[in-house]
Every structure is written in C-alpha cells, then in structure tokens.
C-alpha cells in the first residue's frame, strides 16, 4: 500500500480508501467483514455520508474499537446551519466516536447552493463551530462540478475536495486538481468505476491510481472486493502505461458529461448514466451492474424518440451548461438491446 502526506493536513493516508456507500445494501456480517479486513491489509481512510443510508451505524458498530486506525471521513448535504449541526451530532453518535476526522459539505452543485451554505446561518458554520469544539477535525466539500469547486476553494475555507476522477470522467485534471495542488489541500477521487460501468476493474482503479492524487475512494462491499482492488494497486504505474490510460481517458470522456445532474428528464430517464457509460458501452461493453441499470431503464429509452415536448427542442438540453447532445446519445442507446 502506497501513502500519502494529505496536503496541509499532514495526515499520513492510504492510496486506496474504503467507500461506505453501498455497505447498507449488503448483510451487517459482509460489510464488517469487508471493514476489518480493509483496515488489517493497510488501508486507513474510511469515507460516508450521514445521507448514505445506515452506512454511518456500519462503521460505528464494526471498527469504532479500532478508531485510532484509520482517518474517518463523513458528510452533510445539509445547508442551513441548524440541520448541520444537528446531523454532525447525531453522526458522531451513530459512527461512535467523539471526532470526524473530516466533514465535507456535500454534493455542492449550483452557486446557489454554495451560497447558501457559506451564509451567516449555513452549513459551513456549523462545520467551523464543530471544529472549534473538537468534534470535526478538518472541513472540505465535495460535487461534481469540477470546474466551480476550482473556484470556490479559493476562499481558503477548506482543506479537502472530494471529485469524480475515472477513465469515464477525467474533467477535474483541467482545473480542480492543479488549482489544489497549488493550494497544497487533500485530493480525493470518487467513484473509479463510475459506479458500476467501468471495465476491466483493474485498468479503471489503475486510472486515478496514476494521477495526482491522495486518495482513490473504491466502494467496496466485500471481502472479495477489496482483495480485488488492493491487487489493483500492488504495482506502480510505468510511464508507458500512465501514457496508455491518458489515451484511453481521452477517448472514454469523449462525452463531455460532468455528471452535474442540472439536466432532467421528463420521462424519468437517468440522463447522466446514460451519457458517461455511452463511449464505455461501446467499447469494452458493460459490467453486470450496468447491464442491470440499461435493462431497468429501457422502456423509457425507447420512449425518448416519440416524446412530443422534446421533439423539436429536448427540454433536457435546455438545462445542461455544458450544451451536450443529450437527446441524440440517449436515442443511440437503444441500439445496445440489439
């Protein structure tokens, strides 16, 4: 296991970091399993959200004997002050411990909602007043507008991003990490597969791997899985390869899409999947996960073609600032039933 000096930080972490995510969706014995022996094989940086389901009641009830381990992560999607302060309690009490090492504001989208939480009465106050208290240790923001989050840091309110970075999603390399690099904060990259879309496992975990960053945050759900993505990163990345896997991210994000979720769909088409998986699927195919995402999804892709409001100006186009060719991507997918 490589480590990392986390920027300003100073704390030493684990290349490969355990996502919580999707432990809620797995029995208690296989998540606490997949905890322990993430922690026994070196890893060190335990990511959740309060908003992840009972993700945080995992953790606090398989690893919080094992605190001094590992450097905790968690989050609030919250804007307003009091619902901050509330759910930053009521978090140190479901994971069991009496400090996050990190508390991000999450899923930070729209510069309204930056806005609100950086108010008098937001969000970010009541992260500063816990951290005063001892009960937050640092305090960073994540999203998934990379390009924004290059900016906002620049107010010197936080010490950590957490961003997309995957061959699918290769978009914070323009701004956002050399921004904090210059700034010398915490990089975290998210979701290595795109959740769920990427293949091979092992090229998609070597992508971000190879990039300048602190932490890669794998969700892992099992024992198997973390094998697996510890394997990944047994050996370094040659010059050759990094070379290979820029190539490939060029290619893959040929899409443009951010995953910013501004666009909706009125037929109820989960537009963002559809866009970041379509060079993937067309290349290398889909994993299990992503077939099972198409099947669900396929009446309503079939019905995209004959929606009589989107006819001469999809509506979800409207709304994209990246001005994608939404409606056009989505009518192809169809051809991956055939």
């Not at 896997?245 to 989960?270: D, F, K, S």
């Amino acid at each position: 296991m490589r480590y990392k000096t986390f920027g300003n930080i100073g704390f030493n972490v684990s290349s490969l970091g355990f996502g919580a995510m999707n432990l809620p969706g797995v029995p208690f014995e296989q998540a606490r399993d997949a905890l322990n022996y993430a922690l026994d094989h070196g890893i060190n940086y335990i990511d959740t959200a309060a908003a992840y389901r009972n993700s945080e009641e995992i953790i606090g009830l398989s690893i919080s004997h094992r605190r001094d381990e590992y450097f905790l992560a968690t989050k609030t999607a919250q804007r307003s002050y009091a619902a901050a302060k509330e759910e930053i309690d009521r978090s140190l009490v479901r994971m069991k411990t009496d400090h996050v090492d990190l508390l991000q504001i999450h899923y930070v989208n729209y510069v309204k909602e930056f806005q609100q939480a950086m108010a008098e009465d937001g969000a970010y106050l009541a992260a500063l007043e816990a951290k005063q208290a001892g009960k937050v240790r640092h305090i960073g923001i994540t999203g998934h507008r990379p390009e924004l989050l290059a900016k906002w840091i620049q107010n010197g309110k936080f010490e950590q991003v957490l961003f997309h970075l995957n061959l699918a999603q290769p978009f914070a390399k323009d701004e956002l990490i050399p921004a904090l690099t210059e700034l010398n904060m915490g990089k975290v990259a998210m979701k290595p597969l795109s959740g769920g879309f990427i293949q091979p496992v092992e090229k998609a975990v070597r992508y971000p791997y190879s990039q300048d960053v602190h932490v890669v945050i794998s969700g892992m759900v099992s024992v198997a899985e973390v094998k697996q993505n510890i394997a990944a990163i047994e050996a370094e990345v040659s010059d050759y390869e990094r070379q290979e896997l820029e190539q490939l991210a060029v290619e893959l994000g040929g899409h443009n899409c951010r995953r910013c979720n501004y666009c909706e769909c009125p037929i109820g088409i989960t537009i963002p999947d559809i866009m970041i998986s379509s060079k993937i699927r067309e290349k290398f195919g889909l994993l299990p996960k992503g077939d099972g995402f198409y099947q669900k999804q396929k009446d309503k892709l079939f019905s995209c073609a004959d929606y009589e409001p989107c006819k001469v100006t999809p509506l979800c186009e409207q709304k994209c600032p990246y001005h994608l060719p939404m409606q056009k991507v989505i009518q192809e997918s169809v051809s991956y039933f055939s």
